[in-house]
């Protein structure tokens, strides 16, 4: 209980004072919700239905193919998703449930859930004005742009690696290093497929603007992904991103995220940490604007 009203506190505090999303009234020990599915409103599942098909418009040509590939066999099209039945399916692919809460969660509990294979979603909708940009993720984000990879065995994997990782990183003092790693390639990560870069953040695949954007060859910088130079570079929360980081497969990213980080943490401490739009002496930018 005390570690809760901490973290309420700091969540209040970091948006100024602007109460928090979401309703925490109901949680448990580990934040989990019920999901009330039968609360929601035919308004809600419409605003849902119009994400849905803007984002599926965009997707051919721009999103990996197993990102498309599992988001249809999800049939999430029609309405806001009941978690229960995605669950059972993802479970029976990859060993993975998703749990419902109210909407951001401390780090202790964020992690634990995915060491042990499970995927928080938001159970709240964006308002109609929000159409285009929301700050905090909700059920959009959270379902449609991490929900899919998850039915991947090897993304799934490295997902539940990373939540393991995190947990080891907090008595490493290693957070910021590693959510910069998050940030860049689970959020906003591009793959170069034989047909071209594709995109597998789902920070991208749940956004109107970005999934275009980022392809764009005049748009930002891309390079290949390096796991240190990724865990120095700061990064913007509030705009585009100003460097995407591209890697070869989803195999790359679990083997190269394999070594024990206590070294690259103490390292890159004694670091200035890099402006989101740095490109280094060495580095070679994959696309010519
Ligand atoms: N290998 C990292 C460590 O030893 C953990 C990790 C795995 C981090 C996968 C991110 C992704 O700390
Ligand atoms: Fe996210």
Not at 85 to 105: D, E, Q, R, Y
Not at 115 to 124: H, I, K, Q, S
Not at 218 to 231: G, N, T, Y
Request: charged letters at 20%; one cysteine or more; a negative charge.
């Amino acid at each position: 209980q005390n570690a809760q009203r901490d973290f309420l506190a700091t969540v209040a505090e970091k948006s100024d004072g602007a109460a928090l999303r979401g309703d925490y009234t109901d949680i448990t020990a580990d934040y989990v919700v019920q999901q009330n599915w039968a609360a929601y409103t035919p308004e809600e599942h419409a605003l849902w239905r119009k994400l849905y098909q803007r984002q599926a418009e965009l997707l051919p040509g721009r999103a990996c193919d197993e990102f498309i590939e599992s988001l249809n066999a999800l049939n999430a099209s029609e309405g806001i998703p009941d978690f229960e039945a995605t669950s059972k399916a993802l479970f029976a692919a990859t060993g993975w449930t998703i749990v419902a809460v109210p909407g951001l969660i401390p780090e202790l509990a964020f992690f634990t859930h995915l060491a042990n294979r499970r995927f928080p979603v938001t159970v709240w909708l964006r308002k109609p004005e929000e159409f285009d940009y929301i700050v905090e993720p909700d059920v959009f984000h959270d379902y449609f742009g991490h929900v899919p990879l998850l039915f991947n065995p090897i993304f799934a994997h490295h997902i539940q690696e990373y939540g393991k990782g995190g947990l080891k990183a907090m008595g490493l003092g290693g957070l910021d290093q590693l959510a910069r790693l998050y940030w860049y390639t689970i959020e906003f990560g591009l793959v170069q497929s034989p047909q071209g870069l594709r995109a597998y953040g789902a920070g991208i695949l749940s956004s109107g603007g970005e999934l275009t954007y980022c392809l764009e060859p005049s748009s930002s910088r891309h390079i290949a992904l390096d796991v240190e130079r990724c865990m120095r570079t700061l990064y913007k929360i509030d705009s585009y991103q100003e460097t995407y980081f591209v890697i070869r497969d989803f195999q790359q990213l679990f083997d190269d995220t394999a070594p024990d980080f206590t070294p690259l943490y103490a390292r890159i401490k004694q670091q200035e940490p890099l402006p989101a739009n740095t490109l280094l002496p060495n580095e070679v930018e994959l696309v010519q604007g």
